[in-house]
């Protein structure tokens, strides 16, 4: 059973245009969304958060927007740069559950000059 | 990747064999969390500890796998009797306290990749 599902593997957008990565988690008991992006032989590294209490959070280039009612998160990155290229996962974690993460499955984005 | 350390990067062995993964937290954090990711995959949680505690290991395969995070040293996740199956990518991550809710982040190491033969 998927808690956090990332339903688009991957996504081309060209370079200067936005990137839109959606999510969509079931556990309504999540209360804190994470973004990471992962470059190949790399560690995920942590890009932006939010908490259960927002809807919107933006630092630089990078927007996350969540939807409680519909269970659904998206980061949004603007202008999208070709060093954007990677792999990006939305987490999850629950008060009750300490730090443990839930990751989706991963949305690889390439940015086009 | 805000100092958490991982080695061996790589590690080759044949069925049968031990895997023994090691994890240097960054410092000052006292959480260690283990993440696994199989290929085309996003990562799973394994356990959660903290020093000489385990608190979660609701992830961990009942059989083969174990961890550690003694007083002094690194966390250690040990597999026994590898399988092919094994084959991963293992992430291990700090935080410096629980409760992620109030902004405390979780940093990653550069993982660990098991290649069983």
């Known amino acids: 059973d998927q808690q956090v599902k990332q339903n688009s593997p991957s996504l081309s957008v060209q370079e200067g245009r936005i990137s839109i990565l959606n999510c969509d988690y079931t556990?309504?008991?999540?209360?804190?969304f994470l973004w990471y992006k992962k470059y190949p032989a790399e560690g995920p590294t942590f890009l932006i958060s939010i908490s259960s209490i927002k809807d919107k959070n933006e630092d630089g280039r990078f927007t996350v927007f969540l939807n409680k009612s519909a269970k659904h998160l998206s980061l949004h990155i603007v202008p999208s740069q070709p060093g954007d290229s990677a792999v990006y996962f939305c987490a999850a974690s629950a008060l009750n559950a300490g730090n443990m993460l839930t990751f989706g499955g991963g949305t690889r984005l390439m940015v086009k000059p | 990747n805000a100092g958490v350390m991982q080695n061996p990067r790589h590690l080759v062995r044949r069925r049968g064999q031990e895997a023994r993964l090691r994890c240097s937290p960054v410092k000052g954090h006292s959480h260690v969390y283990w993440y696994r990711q199989l290929p085309e995959e996003g990562l799973k949680f394994m356990v959660y500890l903290q020093k000489e505690n385990i608190i979660d290991e609701s992830g961990m395969p009942k059989e083969r796998f174990s961890a550690e995070f003694p007083k002094e040293g690194p966390s250690i996740l040990r597999i026994q009797q590898v399988v092919r199956g094994d084959s991963a990518a293992y992430f291990c991550?700090?935080?410096?306290?629980?409760?992620?809710?109030?902004?405390?982040?979780?940093?990653f190491g550069e993982g660990s990749w098991l290649t069983v033969v």
């Open positions: 991550a700090s935080s410096p306290s629980a409760g992620s809710l109030y902004g405390n982040t979780i940093y």
């Open positions: 556990n309504s008991m999540f209360d804190y």
